[in-house]
T-cell receptor
Framework: KQEVTQIPAALSVPEGENLVLNCSFT??????LQWFRQDPGKGLTSLLL?????REQTSGRLNASLDKSSGRSTLYIAASQPGDSATYLC??????????FGRGTSLIVHP | NAGVTQTPKFQVLKTGQSMTLQCAQD?????MYWYRQDPGMGLRLIYY???????DKGEVPNGYNVSRLNKREFSLRLESAAPSQTSVYFC??????????FGEGSRLTVL
């Protein structure tokens, strides 16, 4: 059974820092991995989708990498801003029609 | 392009009452999901439908029923609501191997 772990569970950083959020998974046989953002009281918004054949994806200040062999993905946020404060979740699609989610990293960027 | 639409957004029920949460997607996705999200518990899968005409239990199906009415619509029914079903419910959909999209959530309180 696929298990997805996100470390750290919570993170507080000053504005302007570059930061890395981690997502690890136990079964490397995946179709893709997706990063989401969730603001308090809101739904999940897709940030980046990395297919199993890809090593990374970039969108603006966000860069997500995927290393299937080690069962890891990282979400890099450059020059963090208070508006980046949210919970970030990763989800792994192992081809069983059931995505497996991590518990998320709660990020606070303070001015 | 509306994406994934959930109704209602808010609902208050008394114990024992029944209700149906509606979900529709306009992206021609084949798979649809119902999750619940509770503080400290993460996202938990209630039911999913891998394709039109099929439904399967997820991690926490007790007390719920679902109907995949057609390719667009996937409803979640609470036959006799209990306070333990107070939660935020999310519908999601995906085209196999592609990007998972979520609705904005339905906040249910059972008194």
């Amino acid at each position: 059974k696929q298990e997805v772990t996100q470390i750290p569970a919570a993170l507080s950083v000053p504005e302007g820092e570059n930061l890395v959020l981690n997502c690890s998974f136990t079964d490397s046989a995946i179709y893709n991995l997706q990063w989401f953002r969730q603001d308090p009281g809101k739904g999940l918004t897709s940030l980046l989708l990395i297919q199993s054949s890809q090593r990374e994806q970039t969108s603006g200040r966000l860069n997500a990498s995927l290393d299937k062999s080690s069962g890891r993905s990282t979400l890099y946020i450059a020059a963090s801003q208070p508006g980046d404060s949210a919970t970030y979740l990763c989800a792994v699609d192992g081809g069983s029609y059931i995505p497996t989610f991590g518990r998320g990293t709660s990020l606070i960027v303070h001015p | 392009n509306a994406g994934v639409t959930q109704t209602p957004k808010f609902q208050v029920l008394k114990t024992g009452q029944s209700m149906t949460l509606q979900c529709a997607q306009d992206m021609n996705h084949n798979s649809m999901y119902w999750y619940r999200q509770d503080p400290g518990m993460g996202l938990r899968l209630i039911y999913y439908s891998a394709s039109e005409g099929t439904t399967d239990k997820g991690e926490v199906p007790n007390g719920y029923n679902v109907s995949r009415l057609n390719k667009r619509e996937f409803s979640l029914r609470l036959e006799s609501a209990a306070p333990s079903q107070t939660s935020v419910y999310f519908c999601a959909s995906v085209l196999t191997g592609g990007e998972l999209f979520f609705g904005e959530g339905s906040r249910l309180t059972v008194l």
